[in-house]
């Protein structure tokens, strides 16, 4: 139950910039994911908010309170600031039974005995582990110490929770369990969250907002939605999404007016209203430019069925995986991947027929690399 | 990630900004622990240095006669003229640098090559009696080098030292040259040092990817080709290591010469610098030891550029560490026999002809039972069964009970405060990996390592032989307390290093989350850094232990009469006609130097580390 501003972080460690200008604002209750590959400083900013690490620069204040000021060297210790963090090797004291690690925060601030007992019984059920309250941490399989880590965050009812990629030490079907785990346990304490992860699914299904970070700057901030339709520049958009998205290359021409792409697929006219125009966008000239699209709206048919913007295409490979089918094709000197629902089985260099959705589609500056062109986020069936 | 080089912001001092930033640095206890433990540090380590430094170029009272128009504090070459540049420069320092360089020499090219094929021997080959040898295979490291000196002694002694060794009973005639000097000093202190190699080397060879060799193997290299083209060079930093480590440690060494050369009068720097600490002129002693530090930082320093930070080639990658032994085929046996030779030779023979000798009544007259009697161990002198012996037998004599409570005395009270103060050097030096004073504190207690013990002691000798302070710390000159000190201070890299690697088992995460649930730095200290700590002190602390129980050179220059450990007792006594006794102290030393280091490895503890 807190807000969080941060404005103007910047880490240094010793001549490496490592968070460069951060500025991020976390709303009460929000679920806000910090996404991106390793080493771009999204476990330093984690860090800097919890106090573990102090930023040469910048201001942060959790619920209007003054928590960092660096220009006057002010750092308010870790335990005042009213949060707590799980790590992501978990930091289970192995000396100490299940209980002893939740109880050791409420037993540090004197809460007496029954207290303490409520607080951690109550903590272990709702992270359904009340039963391996006198055991040790060695003795737990991951997923179980997975879940006292979290426990002994909650215990003391923080008003921010802070978690360090919880989930990377699990295995796969573990960890879907414990996203949708974590997904309760937001809604049903309502604490504010921030969540580090490398996994853009996390981010995903879990988040309110996501801040993508980028060689220690903020990309992007956005709805996860927001995120994953219109990622602000080539390297958001190939990060998010999986199968990755599409890149084609293309020429663009823009009057002021309308602009014009044309791409191995086609020619398509984009309006006025769908360009992102903040960006640099030359007028009166062929530019080159990218087209961004994403393989699950790429409609494969066996028959010409006549639609607007369907082409002839190439079968060069298929990879049918159960649940879904990866189909690798090519159109002229192009090549691109469609993800089809359910197992379909193609021929190579089978010749198919393929709707595309222009309306849904990104364009992306090729120098620049930033979005230019917005895609519709939603769709009707029959809509271009 | 593209990190870009610039520079921090510099922000405007303003009186808020200076209050906050001295509250940071002096409200945090490890900032204050940091700036105490490197001010000791300083003042333990750097000071005496310089103290040392400087004293061998001012007068002493002592000199004050031979230097005319002088008066003490007055700055003077006379020391170091007297020491390099005086007739008496030959004698005193050119032969002795000559004999230690010989010994450190030959004493490396022998025993570095046979640690080496032990070491590849066990872990490589498929010698048989693996488990065997391999629980036998460091005791006679366990063995203080100058009890094996003794044991030399009794088997090889003339008549030269008023009485006879095993040999020479029997009959054989044992010239000087190899009962006393160089050959005897090497040899005896190969079957001390092959441990060094030993140990690196199959550390090494047990770090590399059996893989390797295998493919070698599978292009067709016969063994030999193998051996010589790929494990040699992949072992080889940890050969040049221990070469190092075996060079400094034998140029520098102190109880094996003394045994061994001085009765011929073969001096090495170290027992020559010994006899101008005790007597004058002092300062002279003080140049000597100079000169021996910078030899071996010289030579430590080689190693760090020889080595560099190819520390070791333990191999990245791969699942090969499962070894196929190398057949030896017909060379098994004859290598198997020199491998019990060598135990024998270096640990069988040495403690048995102590033990024998102690029961006999004439030392090379042979083990007939008219020979033996127990006289050494519980006899009193009025029993006496000859009038050669001097003293009391061991448990009737109150020298020896005096000795084993000073040895207790100062093996337990030396070994607790180190301890300690290794676990905290250890905490600062592991949380402050890469910081500036995590690096200065490993630096400056690296310092106390690359001197030989008899040096170390010289500085201490120098600093605290006056009043000090002002009066504040009283003449230490042939106290208990002095010899304390310089036990702590010596055995500081040791006990840093296992510190060092206890406290890198604790993951800083494990503070940080105390950290934030609420926990003050004392708290976490208590709560969780101790706990977790616990095991691999009671290890260390134990090793140390030993170390200091069985020292000899790093208190000999400080020793006096009423402060004998039980090293230095059956050193004195060595010097004498009648071996027996101080062969009995050695075997108590012995046995319970094993017996510790049996519970050691109980508790965990690895020898190996003292390294």
């Known amino acids: ?384 | 990630m593209a990190k870009t080089k610039s520079k921090q912001p510099r922000k405007p001092l303003t009186k808020e900004r200076l209050k906050n930033q001295i509250r940071n640095v002096v409200g945090n206890p490890f900032n204050m622990i940091v700036f105490f433990s490197l001010l000791i540090l300083f003042c333990l380590i750097i000071i005496p240095l310089l103290n040392m430094i400087q004293n061998s170029f001012v007068v002493a009272k002592a000199e004050l006669r031979s230097i005319p128009g002088a008066k003490i504090g007055d700055y003077t070459l006379y020391y170091w003229k007297y020491l390099l540049a005086s007739p008496l420069t030959k004698t005193i320092f050119w032969e002795p640098l000559v004999h230690s360089l010989l010994i450190g020499a030959l004493t490396t090219v022998i025993s570095v090559p046979v640690g080496a094929l032990i070491a590849w021997l066990m872990v490589r080959s498929d010698i048989p009696g693996k488990r065997v040898i391999s629980s036998l295979i460091l005791i006679p490291y366990m063995i203080p080098s100058w009890c094996k000196a003794m044991s030399w002694l009794s088997v090889f002694r003339n008549s030269r030292s008023g009485s006879l060794g095993l040999l020479t009973g029997l009959g054989i005639d044992i010239p000087d040259w190899l009962a006393y000097g160089p050959i005897a000093i090497v040899l005896v202190m190969c079957m001390h040092y092959y441990a060094f190699s030993y140990i690196m080397v199959s550390g090494a060879l047990r770090s590399i990817n059996s893989e390797l060799e295998e493919m070698g193997e599978i292009q067709g290299a016969s063994k030999t080709q193998i051996l010589a083209h790929i494990t040699l060079p992949l072992v080889l930093p940890s050969i040049l290591s221990a070469t190092i480590m075996t060079i400094s440690k034998s140029i520098g060494t102190y109880g094996v010469a003394a045994n061994l050369g001085n009765r011929i009068g073969y001096y090495v720097l170290a027992t020559r610098m010994k006899e101008f600490i005790n007597d004058s002129p002092k300062g002279v002693g003080y140049a000597m030891s100079i000169l021996m530090i910078s030899l071996a930082a010289v030579t430590i320093l080689v190693n760090q550029k020889l080595i560099g930070t190819r520390k070791s080639y333990a191999t990245i990658g791969g699942k090969g560490t499962r070894s196929n032994l190398i057949p030896l085929g017909g060379a098994k046996w004859p290598l198997m026999i020199f491998l019990i030779i060598f135990l024998f030779v270096s640990m069988f023979l040495p403690l048995f002809v102590l033990v024998m000798e102690s029961f006999q009544i004439m030392p090379g007259a042979g083990y007939g039972a008219d020979n033996l009697t127990l006289y050494a161990w519980i006899g009193e002198i009025e029993n006496a069964p000859s009038e050669l012996y001097a003293q009391n037998g061991l448990f009737k004599n109150s020298e020896f009970g005096r000795a084993c409570l000073n040895t207790a005395k100062l093996s337990i009270i030396a070994s607790i405060i180190t301890s300690f103060c290794g676990q905290f050097l250890g905490y600062i030096t592991t949380r402050g990996r890469g910081k500036w004073y995590g690096k200065l504190t490993e630096q400056l207690i690296f310092i106390p390592y690359l001197m030989p013990g008899v040096a170390f002691s010289a500085i201490y000798f120098s600093m605290f032989s006056q009043p000090r302070l002002g009066g504040l710390i009283p003449s230490l000159y042939g106290t208990f307390t002095l010899i304390l000190l310089v036990s702590i201070v010596k055995h500081f890299p040791f006990a840093s290093r296992s510190g060092q690697s206890n406290m890198l088992q604790i993951a800083i995460e494990l503070e940080e989350a105390a950290s934030i649930e609420g926990a003050s730095f004392w708290k976490r200290i208590a709560k969780i850094v101790i706990p977790l700590a616990k095991n691999g002190f009671l290890s260390g602390f134990l090793l140390t232990f030993i170390s200091i129980a069985k020292e000899l050179d790093l208190i000999a220059i400080l020793m006096t009469p009423a402060n004998y450990t039980l090293s230095f007792l059956s050193f004195e006594y060595s010097k004498e006609a009648m071996p027996q006794v101080a062969d009995a102290i050695c075997i108590v030393i012995i046995v319970f130097i094993l017996v510790c280091n049996r519970i050691a490895n109980r508790l965990g503890g690895d020898v190996s580390k003292s390294m």
């Not at chain 1, 303490?116 to 055991?135: N, P």
């Not at chain 1, 929770?161 to 309760?184: Q, V, Y």
């Not at chain 1, 000197?333 to 849904?360: C, W």
């Open chain 1, 1 to 384: 139950m807190s807000k969080i501003v941060l404005e103007h972080i910047d880490k240094y460690y010793g001549e490496s910039h490592v968070l460069r200008d951060i500025n991020l604002t976390i709303e009460d209750g929000e679920f806000m994911t910090l996404l991106g590959p390793s080493g771009c400083g999204k476990t330093t900013t984690l860090r800097v908010i919890s106090g573990l690490e102090k930023p040469q620069n910048g201001k942060m204040t959790i619920n209007d309170a003054v928590v960092i000021d660096a220009d006057n060297a002010f750092y308010e210790e870790p335990a005042k600031r009213g949060l707590n963090l799980v790590f992501q090797s978990y930091a289970l004291w192995p000396h100490m039974t299940v209980f002893e690690n939740v109880a050791f925060g409420l037993k540090i601030k004197k809460v007496p005995k029954d207290e303490i007992e409520e607080k951690v019984m109550g903590s272990l059920r709702t992270m359904r582990i009340d039963q391996y309250r006198d055991r040790y941490p060695n003795e737990l399989s991951g997923g179980q110490q997975q879940r006292v880590a979290i426990a002994r965050a909650i215990a003391s009812s923080p008003k921010l929770l802070l978690l360090d990629e919880p989930l990377s030490n699990l295995d796969a079907r573990l960890r879907i369990d414990m996203r949708a785990e974590l997904k309760r346990l937001h809604k049903e304490t309502g604490t504010t969250i921030v969540y580090v992860t490398h996994d853009q699914v996390e981010a995903l299904t879990m988040s309110t907002r996501i801040a993508l970070f980028k060689e220690g700057e903020i990309a992007q901030i956005d709805t996860p939605l927001g995120i994953y339709t219109n990622p602000i520049d080539l390297t958001a958009a190939d990060f998010i999404g999986n199968p990755r998205i599409n890149f084609i290359d293309a020429k663009a021409f823009y009057n002021g007016d309308t602009m014009t792409v044309k791409s191995p697929f086609g020619t398509y006219e984009f309006k006025h209203e769908t360009l992102k125009l903040d960006e640099e966008i030359p007028e009166n000239e062929e530019f080159d430019c990218v087209m961004g699209l994403r393989p699950e709206l790429v409609d494969i048919s066996l028959e010409d069925p006549g639609k607007k913007h369907t082409i002839e295409a190439n079968v060069y490979a298929s990879q049918p995986a159960g649940s879904e089918t990866i189909v690798n094709l090519t159109v002229g000197e192009a090549d691109f991947i469609a993800l089809q629902i359910g197992l379909v089985e193609y021929d190579m260099n089978e010749k198919v027929y393929v709707t595309l959705h222009p309306s849904r589609m990104n364009v992306y500056n090729k120098e620049t690399g930033r979005l230019i062109k917005f895609a519709k986020v939603k769709h009707h069936a029959g809509e271009e």
